[in-house]
């Protein structure tokens, strides 16, 4: 195998490239709506999904596909009640229309609903759905959280306190369940909707106290020693920013405006993304702090991110070559056509089923599912 | 290694201390390589203070005014600010799960030398080293807050260790614990002194487990602090300490022994003219009018099973100590009495026969009287801003005449301030606080989910004195604690749980003395005596003088 | 005590309120571009495809960033760092409870008041920070993240920036605040995914990138009303109701623990006695 057999070692693929694969493969749900397509985008999340989620991670696909569901029905609905954009011809129903007056113009309740309208409903909710599928996929195959290591050392305070938010949040949950039932105990009744202020108070002073204590042991741990940034970066990177958002902003007004000059646009935006971006890192090499066990980007992790980021390329160059079947004709209805390059593309996607190692709990389980008697053999973490 | 030059303390804004007063004072000394040192002192005397001097968390971070001067391994901590020596001073504060950053063994292990730069590969090691040195290695990547008590704690201690500090300092490191947690936790420390002969700094209020790893010991109180001193000669005369050195004291023992090991060779002779106070024969009659019938109770939580099937009455004027380890079913069976869980089957009743509830489907309002608990953290059933304000609420919940909180309160603990926040309050006065809001609506049966937590001798001495003043006047009480030594001063009766099923259930004196686990310091010394307390054997001993 | 400037410890110069502004703009122009492009612009031609809402996502997502870090730049200490994951944490959970009822009611609240207690520059801060913690908690982040993280954190820094008020006047201006938020932050957010619904929106409700900004507004106010404002308008009333009942007290509570939690605490050291 091309592979070197110690990427392949059970072990957690690096969350960023996960994070590509997921959005490259969303971009190109993004870009079409011929329902075949887009079913296999949600076939190709999902098979992903089960072939390389870790063992006793949340399955965050599940609800994501429900809301995508949600989304298409109340398109659906919607549609057939207040009618839509597209004008069809083949009417299936006749709803009783409510008359409105003349200053409501183009807005109407009830009336005829079209095969073509409700069609090009459920096309658009399906295309809503199948990016949700592809983001909830990537919540599932890499917690966000994780990505939370990699943020710049110019983000390390802002990533801190979400690291603590994390860490606290299930502890207040808890708190607020023990305040509830304290309350009960002074003879309040649970139901009293006032209780929500009552029970948020101890909660939240409670919390705020632990805080000085975390505070504390933080620092006496060492937080904020390492000081990464010298009086000179910190206003070079303000800078930076300012010349970058000032760009993205006077960029922005010539891409509204349509008599602006080119250059004001596209460009500008492009230049103040890129000053913006450099300002998040400048500092951030010099940091002195190190990392325990980051993940390594090793050869699967640029295979996966290449297998998302090629459907995603191909659809970009297909939507704008306008080539057939993707984006379905509205009227008259027909049957989409299926080309065979776009589904080969979109297939790439699952390639990454394979090519990405097998999560260390995971490996396990099945290791043991596939010998029941014996005990599991130990396999190496990460 | 860390040197005290007369050093005191004052917060030097309003509020606190605008008189001046000295929340520290009179520290001069020095500690040396290798030793354990004991600061041992009433509940908000000034021990919190001390430690966090050692790394400069006062004043740099506290706020305030440090008079003299501290200095660690050469570092002086005026120039030096916590943060810069964590690679020589570690400090463990007292609740472990308030000072966790990340959320696995691991990543908590490995966060302070993330900051502290340690280059990745020797970070490694260290990690599995300092897993290895807490017996963390197997649960390594289990979330924090899925661990034990006990486990947390050495999760803690291993975080600072990892860094490499040569010297490590404890605030309270096992009063919330129990004693098998409290255990594994001391006997990580005695190698770590022992093994790595780092320099330990330990504060504690439950001396009878710490005092006999002490090499020497700091008294505080009321911010003054002793010289160093020899922890047997210390014990001579400090106000707070554990049952042996009482008994040792009392019977003019010298040199005073530390541990039950010693005090039981010192016992030889007594133990043979000690009059054996047999097992009080079993109450064939309960006294007193049941006040909470408890038939096969089963209550299962999140799914498993808690309680097995308990069968439990309770009559006026019983105490009633219900001990087991941790997850035993202690905290459960309070809850349900009470009506916060439902039960699986079975059923509890509240209140006299004639006029019992269900407590699970009855109003909170017709609870209260019934029976009222202080749950483990007083501080969850306090909201208001001021003890005056809290008092007032209480009254208006159980719709008692204004002041008649207030008036138990007084009585509980005279001389609390009105004006003054609840969360304010020491340990033991917010005890009392909470006690009092449950006890104005005159419930017949009192509950207290680990009453002596966090206190210190003295306010634990007043809490006994409250039980019984509470039981002769013809309250239930019923304690779910860890404390044995509580438990063999107040309790009438003992039940002890293990895994949801009632395994022991009777008079204190006879299920206490003959256990290991929860025998009491004196019971352990003049075994096979069933004498519990040190007033036991006061009374005892003047009996046969 | 007033809530702004509890807190120093984070760097504070020209520099943040100007980059506030901007950004301010930027997302004026990344949730209000439909109403804003020309029809000839190219942004209205992007608004064919589903370019333009890709582009502010993105654009969105640095905006956050950049703001974050520029606000963070001085260094933020331990304390502060603490009572922000705290908070936000207690936000994020607060979140997570309600999920089933889809509302943000009571995180709401909590971001009023924190808001108000912490000030303006932490308020954005926390607000931002506690929607970010809210999606890490349920899994769920998406292209709409960086848009409520933003929204949040305007909320919030908002709470921080009304005028100065005691007692009774302080709690109707946050409820009556509460009420606006709840409605606002509805409308704000409805109306980044809005031109993605293209023609499968209600008639005369759709985005209409040839149109102009009059035309685009009326149909955006259909699609509000008929879409939305069914669940705002409880959200912000149980906001306003939340607040009013117990803003007072939790007020008085978070200002007395960021006052106890001394930020501004500088240890002194004197020669021996």
């Not at chain 1, 160059?317 to 057939?324: E, I, K, N, T, Y």
């Not at chain 2, 002086?76 to 472990?96: F, I, M, S």
């Not at chain 2, 129990?178 to 594994?184: G, L, M, N, S, T």
């Not at chain 2, 029976?371 to 059933?381: F, K, N, S």
Request: with cysteine; hydrophobic share 50%.
């Amino acid at each position: 195998m091309a592979l070197t057999p110690h990427s392949r070692l059970p072990r957690l693929l690096h969350p960023a490239a996960w994070w590509v694969w997921g959005v490259g493969l969303a971009v190109a749900a993004s870009r079409t709506t011929n329902p075949f397509l887009l079913l296999l985008v949600v076939a190709v999340a999902a098979w992903v999904v089960l072939e390389r989620r870790e063992a006793g991670t949340t399955n965050a696909l599940a609800a994501f596909l429900v809301v995508g569901l949600v989304a298409i029905g109340l398109r659906v609905v919607m549609v057939s009640l207040l009618g839509g954009g597209v004008t069809g011809r083949v009417v299936l129903v006749r709803l009783p229309e409510v008359p409105l007056p003349d200053w409501t113009s183009g807005v109407r309740i009830g009336g005829p609903v079209t095969l073509e309208g409700l069609l090009f409903a459920v096309y658009q909710g399906m295309q809503l759905a199948a990016i949700l599928a592809c983001l909830g996929a990537v919540n599932a195959l890499a917690s966000p959280r994780r990505l939370l290591r990699y943020v710049p050392a110019t983000l390390y305070e802002i990533g801190t306190a979400v690291v603590v938010a994390l860490t606290f949040a299930p502890q207040l949950v808890e708190d607020a369940q023990r305040v509830r039932m304290a309350r009960r105990l002074r003879g309040h009744s649970p139901r009293n909707p006032a209780e929500v202020g009552r029970i948020a108070i101890p909660v939240l002073v409670g919390a705020l106290e632990r805080s000085l204590d975390l505070a504390a042991s933080m620092e006496s741990r060492g937080y904020g020693r390492a000081v990464h940034r010298t009086a000179r970066s910190i206003r070079l990177a303000g800078l930076l920013t300012l010349v970058g958002v000032g760009g993205v902003v006077v960029g922005l007004y010539g891409l509204l405006d349509g008599t602006s000059p080119l250059v004001l646009g596209l460009p500008t935006l492009l230049l103040g993304v890129t000053c913006a971006a450099a300002a998040l890192l400048v500092g951030a090499r010099r940091d002195p702090r190190t990392h325990y066990r980051r993940d390594h980007w090793a050869l699967p992790e640029w295979l996966v991110a290449a297998s998302g980021t090629v459907p995603a390329l191909v659809m970009i160059l297909a939507g704008a070559r306008h080539w057939d079947g993707v984006v379905p004709r509205q009227v008259p209805a027909e049957l989409p056509a299926v080309p065979l390059l776009l589904v080969a593309a979109i297939a790439v996607a699952a390639t990454a089923a394979v090519l990405a190692p097998v999560p260390p709990l995971l490996a396990r389980s099945r290791a043991t599912a596939r010998t029941p008697s014996e005990p599991s053999r130990e396999l190496v973490r990460r | 290694m860390i040197e005290f030059d007369g050093v005191s303390f004052s917060y030097d804004d309003r509020g606190r201390s605008s008189d001046g007063h000295l929340v520290l004072s009179g520290a001069d000394f020095v500690l040396d390589e290798g030793e354990l040192t004991l600061v041992v002192g009433p509940t908000g005397s000034g021990k919190s203070t001390l430690l966090r001097c050692i790394n400069g968390l006062v004043p740099h971070f506290s706020g305030g005014t440090l008079h003299g001067r501290v200095v660690v391994d050469g570092r002086d901590t005026r120039t030096h600010r916590p943060r810069d020596l964590a690679d020589v001073v570690g400090v463990v504060l007292q609740d472990p799960v308030s000072s966790f950053v990340t959320d696995t063994v691991e990543e908590e292990l490995a966060y302070g030398m993330e900051a502290l730069g340690v280059d990745a590969v020797a970070m490694r090691r260290r990690v599995e080293e300092t897993l290895d040195l807490l017996g963390l290695a197997d649960v390594r990547s289990r979330p924090l807050r899925s661990l034990s008590g006990g486990q947390q704690q050495r999760v803690a201690i291993g975080a600072v260790l990892a860094s490499g500090p040569r010297i490590l300092v404890l605030d309270e490191p096992t009063s919330a614990l129990d004693p098998v947690a409290a255990e594994d936790v001391l006997a990580s420390l005695h190698r770590l002194v022992h093994d790595l002969g780092l320099t330990v700094v330990v504060a504690e209020h439950r001396l009878e487990r710490v005092i006999h790893h002490a090499d020497r010991i700091l008294l505080i109180d009321e911010g003054r602090v002793s010289p160093l001193l020899d922890p047997a000669e210390a014990m001579v005369t400090s106000p707070i300490h554990p049952p042996v050195i009482a008994l040792g004291r009392h019977l003019g023992w010298s040199p005073l022994p530390l541990s039950v090991r010693d005090a039981r060779r010192r016992a030889r002779d007594l133990r043979a003219t000690l009059p054996d106070r047999a097992p009080a024969p079993p109450p064939s009659a309960p006294t007193g009018e049941v006040v909470c019938a408890v038939d096969r109770l089963v209550v299962r939580r999140g799914g498993e099973p808690v309680l097995r099937g308990v069968d439990l009455d309770i009559h006026d004027g019983d105490v009633v100590a219900v001990m087991g380890r941790n997850g035993a079913g202690k905290s459960t069976l309070l809850a349900t009495l009470v009506g916060q869980l439902v039960p699986m089957s079975g059923s509890v009743r509240l209140g006299p026969p004639a006029d019992s509830i269900d407590p699970a489907r009855a109003r909170p309002a017709e609870i209260v009287v019934r029976a009222g608990m202080v749950p483990q953290d007083p501080a969850t059933i306090l909201y208001a801003d001021s003890v005056a304000e809290e008092c007032r609420a209480a009254d208006r919940d159980f719709h008692l005449p204004t002041g008649t909180a207030r008036a138990v309160l007084d009585r509980i603990a005279p001389g609390i301030d009105d004006v003054q926040h609840p969360r304010e309050l020491s340990e033991g006065q917010r005890l009392s606080l909470a006690l009092s809001l449950i006890l104005a609506s005159e419930p017949r049966l009192v509950l207290l989910d680990e009453p002596t937590r966090g206190l210190d001798y003295q306010a634990k001495r007043r809490l006994v004195e409250l039980l019984r003043e509470l039981a002769a006047a013809g309250h239930g009480i019923v304690l779910a604690t860890h404390d044995v030594e509580l438990a063999a001063e107040v309790a009438t009766r003992v039940v002890v749980l293990a895994e949801g099923e009632v395994v022991a259930d009777g008079p204190a004196a006879g299920v206490l003395a003959g256990s290991p686990a929860f025998a009491p310091q004196v019971a352990k010394i003049l075994h096979p005596l069933h004498l519990l307390t040190v007033e036991e054997v006061v009374a005892c001993t003047g009996a046969a003088s | 005590m007033h809530g702004g400037g509890v807190v120093t410890g984070v760097g504070g110069s020209w520099r943040t309120p100007l980059l506030m502004a901007l950004v301010v703009l930027v997302g004026v122009a990344a949730f209000g571009w439909p109403f804003l492009a020309s029809p000839g612009s190219e942004l209205g031609q992007m608004g064919h495809t589903n370019d333009a809402s890709f582009l502010f996502v993105g654009l969105m997502t640095l905006m956050a960033l950049v703001l974050l870090a520029e606000m963070s730049s001085g260094g933020v200490d331990a304390k502060t760092v603490a009572v922000l994951g705290v908070l936000a944490a207690a936000g994020g959970a607060l979140r997570v409870l309600s999920a089933g009822t889809a509302g943000l009611e009571p995180m709401f609240f909590l971001l009023v008041v924190a808001g108000r207690a912490l000030g303006a520059r932490l308020g954005f801060m926390l607000g931002a920070l506690a929607l970010l913690a809210s999606a890490f908690l349920t899994a769920g982040i998406g292209p709409w993240t960086p848009f409520q993280m933003i929204a949040a954190g305007w909320v919030c820094m908002g709470a921080g920036m009304l005028p100065r008020a005691s007692g009774r006047a302080e709690r109707w201006l946050l409820a009556a605040y509460g009420l606006f938020c709840g409605l606002a932050y509805g409308v704000v957010m409805n109306l980044w995914f809005w031109p993605f619904m293209g023609d499968s929106a209600p008639a005369g409700a759709g985005y209409l990138p040839d149109a102009g900004a009059a035309t685009n507004l009326g149909h955006y106010a259909v699609f509000y009303v008929t879409t939305s404002l069914a669940w705002d308008l409880p959200r912000g009333l149980l906001t306003a109701v939340l607040t009013l009942l117990a803003s007072g007290s939790l007020l008085r509570a978070l200002r007395r623990s960021l006052r106890r939690a001394r930020f501004d605490a500088v240890g002194e050291f004197a020669d021996a006695r």
